[in-house]
């Protein structure tokens, strides 16, 4: 075991934009880190790779903005959402004359944003990459360090203060910690394939909730050059009750009446490939005696949108925060730690419980086609919701049933 002359503050296992975020802010609190990741970067990592306004927020403060800005992907003006009917609207993300919310967002594959990301954390911090944590080091219940092993080395124990639970949906941390909770209902089930080719193709993404995809839906992302990240997502709860093939269903989706005409001669560059999504449609327990979870092991992605990188980030931001203020404090138990829940939960609580009623409405085909109805014809309609989609609504009209019949019948 590497001694306690040794110790590290934090040791944050995984890789991913929540794991680097973290690594970022701990240096910027004078953290002393390690992180580990069990993959060789760059690896792709299935995912729909939009880049939310909240991400763009976190990476001008990370002074990482004009990096991004120069990967290879798609800059975001418009958002569009098609309904059951495909009747659709768009949202202008950065739009000087009629909006009063303006934002920015990003369409990059995971491959090369979290290759960036972790180069970055490598500036600043000790990084392993092809490093496997394969269990935690545990001291009368609390968690004190992991059991890691190197690709071609021995297995080692390293000793922690605090470790971080940045490893995904099957995170490894929240396993050994009885954390884990894949809850049918509360995970989605996705599935994504790149393709080139597709026609009308352009500065957009696009949230297709059709019958066809009824609850789920469907998205086409355009991700740098002539290529787009497509996909479709649904609750496992859904899947298994309707016995759905999500592979099957995508080639439908692509042949149905409405997008045959843009797929005739785009040309699939792989395979579909599926995941989980954890989804924050529940509070998940995220803490204990000396070990937080972050982003997807903490299941913080938005239940209407599934877009879960820039609530990764957040998380990863204020789970340094919190280490820094428990190393001064000297004090890493689960009450003490409870203030990361708490904090994280005032950012992103009420933009999660209103994307789980949006979620909801969307199961109704009745209602999501007179939502997305109005919304077509009524500009103060599409404001509201993007205020919604980039986080500027303020929280106690969010939680204002009054707000939600604003949305149906201004």
Not at 20 to 33: I, V
Not at 81 to 86: A, L, R, T, V, W
Not at 166 to 194: E, F, Q, W
Request: hydrophobic share 40%; with cysteine; proline share 3%.
């Amino acid at each position: 075991m590497r001694t306690n002359d040794n110790m590290y503050d934090v040791i944050i296992v995984g890789g991913g934009p929540a794991g680097t975020t973290a690594a970022l802010y701990a240096h910027r609190h004078g953290l002393r880190t390690l992180l580990v990741d069990k993959a060789a970067f760059p690896r792709d990592k299935v995912c729909g790779d939009a880049l939310s306004g909240k991400c763009v927020r976190v990476m001008r403060d990370l002074d990482l903005l004009d990096g991004v800005k120069d990967l290879d992907g798609t800059f975001i003006r418009r958002i569009i959402f098609s309904g059951p009917k495909h009747t659709d609207f768009e949202l202008q993300l950065n739009n000087e004359s009629s909006s009063s919310y303006k934002t920015q967002g990003f369409v990059i594959p995971r491959r090369t944003f979290d290759d960036f990301l972790l180069t970055e954390a490598k500036k600043v911090t000790q990084v392993m990459d092809e490093y496997s944590a394969v269990d935690l080091l545990m001291d009368n219940g609390r968690v004190v360090g992991i059991k890691g092993k190197p690709k071609d080395g021995p297995q080692e124990e390293i000793q922690a203060r605090l470790v971080f639970g940045a490893d995904g949906p099957n995170s490894i941390v929240a396993r050994k910690t009885g954390l884990y909770n894949m809850d049918m209902k509360h995970t989605a089930v996705a599935i994504r394939c790149y393709y080139e080719g597709i026609k009308d193709l352009t500065d957009q993404i696009e949230l297709h909730y059709i019958k066809e995809m009824n609850p789920g839906y469907f998205w086409i992302f355009p991700a740098g050059g002539d290529r787009a990240n497509i996909g479709l997502a649904l609750t496992k709860e859904d899947v298994k009750k309707e016995k759905k093939n999500l592979v099957r269903l995508l080639d439908v989706v692509i042949r149905s009446d409405h997008f045959r005409e843009r797929f005739a001669n785009a040309k699939r560059l792989e395979r579909p490939v599926g995941w989980n999504l954890p989804l924050g449609s529940i509070h998940r327990h995220n803490h204990g005696d000396g070990f937080l979870l972050l982003g997807d092991a903490a299941g913080l992605i938005d239940p209407f949108t599934g877009e879960g990188i820039g609530n990764a980030m957040v998380s990863g931001m204020v789970a340094a925060e919190i280490a820094a203020e428990a190393k001064v404090a000297d004090d890493h138990t689960s009450e003490f730690l409870g203030q990361y829940d708490k904090r994280l939960w005032q950012r992103i609580g009420s933009e999660l419980r209103v994307s789980t009623k949006l979620q909801r409405l969307a199961r109704s085909r009745f209602l999501l086609n007179f939502v997305i109805d109005r919304a077509s014809r009524n500009e103060e309609i599409r404001n509201t919701m993007l205020g919604m989609v980039v986080n500027e609504i303020p929280k106690k009209q969010l939680s204002n049933p009054l707000f939600y019949l604003k949305i149906l019948f201004a």
